[in-house]
C-alpha cells in the first residue's frame, strides 16, 4: 500500500502511532472486528473488555504536516521494526 496523502493539501502524510498505557507499559492501540464485549463475573459486567487477541489489528495513523489532520488504519501489520522502518502491510507469500 502506498503513504496516504492528505485528501485536502494532496500532500504525502507521515506515519506514527497513538500509545496505549497499560499500567507501565507503552503498547499500540488496536481494531477489533464487531461491537465491543464486557467481561462479566457473576453476571455482571466488569467494566473490562474480551478481547480475542489473535482478531486484533494494530492501528496506525499517518499526519498530514501541513493542516495537521490523521488518518487511521489498522493492519495485520503496523508499526516500526528495530531497525525504525515503518512497516503496514503483511508482507507477500512466497
Ligand atoms: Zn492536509
Redesign the pocket.
Known amino acids: 500500500m502506498k503513504t496516504p496523502t492528505?485528501a485536502?493539501?494532496k500532500?504525502k502524510m507521515e506515519p506514527g502511532f497513538i500509545p496505549n498505557t497499560r499500567g507501565d507499559t507503552e503498547v499500540q492501540h488496536c481494531w477489533y472486528p464487531g461491537p465491543p464485549k464486557s467481561k462479566k463475573w457473576f453476571g455482571r459486567p466488569t467494566g473490562s473488555l474480551k478481547l480475542d487477541v489473535l482478531s486484533g489489528m494494530p492501528i496506525m495513523v499517518f499526519r498530514?504536516q501541513?493542516?495537521h489532520?490523521l488518518k487511521l488504519f489498522a493492519s495485520p501489520v503496523a508499526g516500526f521494526d528495530e531497525a525504525g522502518k515503518f512497516l503496514w502491510e503483511t508482507p507477500a507469500e512466497p
Request: hydrophobic share 0%.
Open positions: 492528505c485536502d493539501c500532500t498530514c501541513d493542516c489532520q
